[in-house]
Structure formats: structure tokens, C-alpha cells
């Protein structure tokens, strides 16, 4: 079977892991974390970085130290995975939904604005969603396949209504927003190590920024909320924070990073080239380069094509190849059956068509051309 997103471990991961063997470094504490965090910090015009064991929980800490409280809504896009709603639900919060620009499948700055107008009232220094009664609370703008939404925008609003913004950027490591780095545009910007990330840590997440307030609290938090080494806490805390072993493979990956992102780019470009003309297929947004890491990649059915999105990944089965669709919306997800959410007609038309492909940094040439002509026997 060709897999869909399956990690890239060489002999240098294997090396920094035996590093961790002979010196003892092996649990919270040790030099790969701390280097991790300095390299990926740098990589994005960060000043601090906090390592944590998986990205949902650096979104969770990002929503808490923000400012998310109980009760509280964080607008976020509808179309995400759904550790983005999951992490404002662990602050107590509720996602108040909103629609995605379907050139970019990322959050519409103009349903943004227009969910805005129509819904916020302001009550002393805070903003209120009228129908609920809710405080507004954050902007949560989720990364997309690593491409950024339209963030002078989103932050211009962000300032207007004084929301701090913070950025699921988990599929993002390594971009570029306008030839600059990306953490300045948000207060918190949050990235994913899991598996069928671009790098993987085994598991893992970071959230970096440039308040080293925030970044301080996020590590307390993040840390049991530990205040002296006789065992005094100031709060109750988490125990969020990455393995020396898992920062040791993290280390290891973003080494190879450039490599990593430049066959992101050479796969999606080539699936583009040789699957776009089929009938009843269209592309996934494919930005300049630089403006996305191009973390997964397949197709668009329209109703023209010859196969449904389940028919089409059950054939392809037959040729080896793993295929999958995309993520459901949240806002038809059971447990955020009753978040808030403006209209959503674009996420609506756009998830239920979408077939992801094998897009692994480790994907060969011969691989992809198995899939290729696979695609294109079953939908040509
Ligand atoms: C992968 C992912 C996450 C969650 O990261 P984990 O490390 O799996 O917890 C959150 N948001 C988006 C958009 C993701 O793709």
C-alpha cells in the first residue's frame, strides 16, 4: 500500500535518540528541548517558544493564556480539524463558527468582518455576541494545508475589536507570509508535531510569539504551574511538556526541513500538473510558493466525475494506494452541534469532495506516478 502522510525518520534521528540514551536525557527536561524550541522560535521570528506534547494541548495552553475563559466564544473557521474546536472547548469556551474563502480554504476575512458587524455589541472594554450573550474572547485563524489566510486583514479586525489572535498553525512549519516571518502576525501561534505532520516528533507540539509575558505563562501552566523545587505550586497546572526525546527527533526533522518542504511543494505541483485535467477534477489552492508548506494534497470532485469521493478511495484501494476524504466541518461534529456559527455555505459545498492522496516527504517518483495513473484510470 502507498500511504497517505507517514513520517520521514532517518539514521539522524536515530543518532540524536541514542544521544538521549547515553547522556540520560530522556523525559521533560534536556538540551534538544531547549534547542528545539530556540531553532523552531528563530525559523518564525519568535522570541520565546514553550515545547508541549501535542498541538492541541499548545493550543489549549494558547487559548488559556490569552484569555479564553468559561463561558467565552473564540471565532474559528468551521473547516478544520477538529483539535482547533477541541482545544477552545478545553478553556470552557465555545467555537463561534464562521465560513472559509473557498480560493484559499482558509478563514474568510469577510465573513469575519460581517459576523462581526451583525453580532457584537460592546459592553465596556468587552465585545458581546448578541444572541447569546457569550463574551467574545479570541480569533482563532486556522493555517489550511500550511497557507495563511489573509492575515493583515484579519488582524486589522483583530485590533478593532481588541481580540488577541491565536494561530493554529499546525500544518504550517516553515512558511512565510509575504517574504516575512509569521509570528508577529498573531499573539500565539501554535504548531503540531503529530505524525502526518510535515515533521513529526512522535507526537508534539510548540507555541511560539513575541510577549515574552505570555510565553512565560504558557510555560508555567504547561509545567504543573510549578514555582520552587520543593514541590509549590501557585495553580493548578498541566503536564503538557515535550520529551528531550521527542525534541531530539524534532531536531532531526527540522534539519532536513528545506528538503522536506520542497518535495511538499514537487508533489502537489505534479499531482496539479498531471490530475487537474481530468474530467470533474478541480485543484487543490495552490499558492505561491513560500506562502504554504503544501502539507497535503489530492483532488476536488465535482459532480461531473466519474467516481464519488467514497468510490473513488475504495478503488483506489484495489491499486495499493490509500486514499481519504478531508475533514467533516466542526459545525457537523456532534459535540459542537450547538456552537454558534455564521452562514457556511463554503465549507458546506467544499468538504464533502475532497479526496486526499499520498503526499509523504518519502513518496517517490514511481510512487507518485502508481497513484497518477491509478487516479486516472478510475477517473479518466
Ligand atoms: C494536526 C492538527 C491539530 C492537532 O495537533 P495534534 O498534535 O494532533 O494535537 C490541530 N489543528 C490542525 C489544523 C491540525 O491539522
Known amino acids: 500500500m502507498i500511504l497517505l502522510a507517514i513520517p520521514n525518520i532517518g539514521p539522524l534521528e536515530g543518532e540524536y535518540l541514542q544521544t538521549c540514551v547515553d547522556t540520560n536525557f530522556v523525559s521533560t527536561v534536556g538540551p534538544f528541548v531547549t534547542r528545539f524550541e530556540k531553532e523552531v522560535a528563530e525559523l518564525h521570528g519568535a522570541d520565546h517558544a514553550v515545547a508541549v506534547a501535542a498541538g492541541t494541548m499548545g493550543l489549549h495552553a494558547a487559548c488559556m493564556v490569552a484569555g479564553v475563559k468559561p463561558g467565552d ?39 469575519l468582518e460581517a459576523a462581526l458587524a451583525e453580532d457584537a455589541e460592546q459592553l465596556g472594554s468587552d465585545w458581546i455576541h448578541k444572541p447569546s450573550g457569550r463574551r467574545i474572547a479570541a480569533i482563532m485563524p486556522v493555517y489550511t494545508l ?12 483583530a485590533r478593532r475589536y481588541g481580540l488577541p489572535v491565536i494561530a493554529d498553525a499546525a500544518a504550517a512549519i516553515g512558511v512565510t507570509y509575504k517574504d516575512g516571518p509569521i509570528a508577529p502576525l498573531a499573539d500565539l501561534t501554535v504548531f503540531s508535531f503529530n505524525g502526518n505532520k510535515t515533521i ?48 531530539a527527533v524534532g ?10 518542504l520542497e518535495r511538499k511543494r ?4 505534479r499531482y496539479d500538473a498531471e490530475l487537474g485535467d481530468l474530467p470533474g477534477v478541480e485543484r487543490f489552492p495552490s499558492p505561491d510558493a513560500a506562502q504554504s508548506t503544501y502539507w497535503f494534497s489530492g483532488v476536488v470532485l465535482t459532480d461531473q466525475a466519474r467516481k464519488t469521493v467514497a468510490g473513488l478511495c475504495e478503488a483506489l484501494k484495489g491499486h495499493g494506494v490509500e486514499a481519504r476524504p478531508f475533514w467533516r466541518p466542526v459545525h457537523l461534529q456532534k459535540p459542537f452541534a450547538d456552537a454558534p456559527r455564521a452562514d457556511l455555505k463554503h ?27 491509478a ?6
Open 200 to 247: 513529526t516528533t512522535g507526537g508534539g507540539g510548540m507555541v511560539i510569539g513575541n510577549d515574552e509575558a505570555l510565553l512565560k505563562r504558557a510555560r508555567h501552566i504547561t509545567t504543573t504551574a510549578r514555582v520552587s523545587r520543593d514541590y509549590e505550586h501557585d495553580e493548578i497546572g498541566w503536564n503538557y511538556r515535550m520529551t528531550n526525546m521527542s525534541a
Open 146 to 157: 500550511g497557507t495563511l489566510p489573509d492575515m493583515d486583514r484579519i488582524g486589522a479586525v
Open 251 to 260: 531536531c532531526a526533522q527540522l534539519e532536513r526541513l528545506p528538503g522536506f
Open 73 to 111: 466564544l473564540v471565532i474559528a473557521p468551521s473547516f478544520t480539524f477538529i483539535a482547533s474546536a477541541n482545544s477552545i472547548a478545553h478553556s470552557g469556551a465555545s467555537p463561534w463558527l464562521i465560513d472559509i474563502d473557498p480560493a484559499s480554504w482558509t478563514m474568510s476575512p469577510d465573513a
Open 375 to 380: 487516479v486516472r484510470a478510475e477517473l479518466g
Open 266 to 269: 514537487a508533489i502537489r505541483l
Open 347 to 373: 465549507s458546506e459545498a467544499l468538504w464533502s469532495r475532497i479526496v486526499t492522496l499520498p503526499c509523504s516527504t518519502g513518496l517517490t517518483e514511481d510512487e507518485q506516478t502508481v497513484v497518477i495513473e
